[in-house]
């Protein structure tokens, strides 16, 4: 049993994903164990793609999840980390396979609508940063 993180970012709440994302999550039999809108703190945006920090992108991406609501939640169930990853499709939208829910609803790598952990020592890290105060 893994738990993993996805965020939805501020296109994906703005465009009205956020049930159409979660349903795909609960269908694939993977449950929902924390879930919350936020408005994210740049500290824990910085944090969280820490591993980008010399990337140029990095200043653009920590703009972007800062700039409106997010969702995080926590997906737990049987190698979730991959499962999840699977379902969200390659990073960059071009690439992502229809089905998948970039395939389906995303067109550039910017504005690629989730972010899911890559790894479980990412999830358990991510995890830590968004839910501090711990799942259900
Ligand atoms: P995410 O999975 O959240 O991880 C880092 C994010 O940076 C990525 O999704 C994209 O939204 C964004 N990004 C922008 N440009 C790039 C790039 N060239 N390579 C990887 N990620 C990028």
Not at 20 to 29: L, M, Q, S, V
Request: proline fraction near 5%; aromatic fraction near 6%; charge should be negative.
């Amino acid at each position: 049993m893994e738990t993993t993180l996805v965020l939805i970012k501020p296109g994906g709440v703005q465009r009205n994903l956020i049930g159409e994302i979660t349903r795909r999550i609960e269908a694939r039999n993977l449950k929902v164990v924390g879930m919350k809108l936020i408005h994210a703190e740049r500290a824990t945006v910085e944090a969280h793609y820490a591993e980008h920090k010399e990337r140029p992108f990095f200043k653009d991406v920590c703009d972007y999840l800062t700039s409106g609501p997010v969702v995080a939640m926590a997906i737990q169930g049987t190698n979730a980390v991959k499962a999840i990853r699977a379902m969200m499709g390659a990073t960059n939208p071009l690439e992502a396979t229809p089905g998948t829910v970039r395939g389906d609803f995303a067109l550039t790598i910017d504005d690629n609508l989730t972010h899911s952990s890559s790894d479980p020592e990412a999830a358990a890290r991510e995890l830590g940063l968004w839910f501090p105060e711990g799942t259900v």
